[in-house]
């Protein structure tokens, strides 16, 4: 099993959100990179995350752990993910 294997990408995101959007299509092209895929949720759905998250959205958390929200770089995101990775 590789390192990657081990790692979880999940984008929080909301209907009608440009910056999501954007969150989106820069999670898919990074984690493809490392033949990655990514959860999307939809925080309208899941109360509990809509109310710690709906000022930040997006949120890309690995792991578990919130990594960025707003905006997501690619460059922190690729170096996150070769560390994890290695």
Do not use: Y
């Not at 999501?20 to 759905?45: Q, W």
């Not at 899941?46 to 690619?74: M, T």
């Amino acid at each position: 099993m590789s390192a990657a294997s081990n790692i979880s990408l999940e984008l929080l995101t909301r209907p009608g959100c440009h910056l999501c959007e954007d969150a989106r299509a820069t999670v898919s092209k990074v984690a493809g990179e490392f033949g990655l895929g990514f959860d999307e949720v939809n925080i309208e759905e899941h109360p509990e995350l809509e109310k710690q998250h709906s000022v930040e959205i997006p949120v890309l958390k690995i792991n578990g752990r919130v990594h960025d929200f707003w905006q997501i770089n690619p460059k922190r995101l690729s170096k996150a993910l070769a560390k994890l990775s290695a």
